[in-house]
């Protein structure tokens, strides 16, 4: 366990195990840390020196005084910052859902630091989710994000919602133990409130029909030199997924709740170098099968030798 500096100065929690080639594991919305290193982690240190990061605001990482001013650039730096400090020039890097969107950031960014790209539920910012066509997507969202709000007085209500989420799973009945290490995680580092969308979402009423009637129909997304700043999660994406030249997975779940599997879908026909694998039954994590795991492992370890 170690810190290292970002490019505004603050302190970046990240965590290394594992032997092997080098691999970065970059979290998601939500959970700290420890749950990629716990989830993801596990199955790859065999074959793989893994780091996993807090993001900043997130775990044991500090929050910015303006986090309101955070991007996905950012994240990707801090990651860059984390690679300097692991002393990698390279590394094979994996993100899920938020996670996904910052090490595809990082691939525009930065493309001669990774050696492969996997993706799993990442949001490119196509569809918009932001249309009445995916109003379930909206609900399910608002859902996850007042349960991420309530962690620090309801962690087991948020357990519940991430069982739900992830796995398709509310009881953890298919997952023993999972909710108790849920509930610790949640407990010990609960995820602050100043995150923008998770301030946005856990400030809407729970009747969301009013929002929803007022949403465009269509599903096109809103191009970025028309909008007032960059989506916090998406940024514009969509706009520069030809610009990745990785050799790209794409992982997604076909019952995802939180980002339609259409996302991975378009930005497969956008990345020149990239390969596709929907899974049917599958929600937002693919953290819940070891063999997929695996495979992503075998899929990394191929680029290499290419």
């Given amino acids: ?20 080639e080098p691999l970065m594991i970059i979290n998601g919305f939500g959970p700290p840390c420890i749950w990629m290193a716990e989830m993801y982690g596990k199955h ?12 900043r605001g997130v775990g044991q990482s500090e929050t910015p005084p303006d986090i309101d001013a955070v991007d996905l ?7 860059l910052r984390v690679m300097d400090a692991m002393k990698w020039d390279t590394a094979n890097v994996y993100g899920g859902s938020m996670g996904a969107s910052i090490a595809a950031q990082l691939a525009i960014l930065a493309p001669d630091r990774l050696r492969s790209l996997a993706l799993g539920s990442f949001d490119c910012g196509v569809p918009n989710v932001m249309s009445k066509q995916y109003s379930s997507t909206l609900e399910a969202r608002v859902r996850y994000g007042k349960s991420i709000a309530n962690q620090k007085t309801d962690p087991e209500g948020s357990a519940e919602v991430i069982l739900d989420t992830y796995y398709g799973d509310p009881t953890g009945e298919q997952h023993p133990n999972l909710r108790d290490f849920i509930v610790d995680m949640l407990t010990r580092y609960p995820m602050e409130n100043e995150f923008p969308p ?32 960059r989506d916090f ?19 997604h779940g ?12 378009h930005a497969a026909s956008q990345i020149k170098s990239a390969e596709l694998r929907l899974y049917q039954p599958m929600y937002h994590s693919i953290s819940g099968s070891p063999q997929i795991l695996r495979d992503i492992g075998d899929w990394m370890l191929r680029q290499q030798s290419s």
């Avoid at 366990?1 to 092997?20: C, E, P, R, V, W």
């Fill in 233 to 251: 999660i998406t940024g514009d994406l969509w706009e520069q997924l030809d610009k990745i030249v990785t050799p790209t997975l794409l992982l």
């Fill in 73 to 79: 650039s950012d994240f990707a730096n801090d990651h």
């Fill in 198 to 229: 998770l301030k946005a979402l856990s400030g809407l009423p729970d009747d969301l029909s009013p929002l929803i009637a007022a949403l465009p129909e269509t599903a096109e997304p809103v191009p970025s030199n028309q909008k007032p700043r």
């Fill in 254 to 265: 076909m019952n995802d709740p939180l980002i339609p599997y259409q996302s991975a879908v």
């Fill in 1 to 20: 366990m170690a810190f290292t500096k970002s490019n505004h100065g603050l302190d970046i929690f990240y965590d290394t195990s594992g032997s092997g």
């Fill in 44 to 55: 790859f240190a065999d074959r793989f020196e893994f780091t996993v990061s807090d993001l």
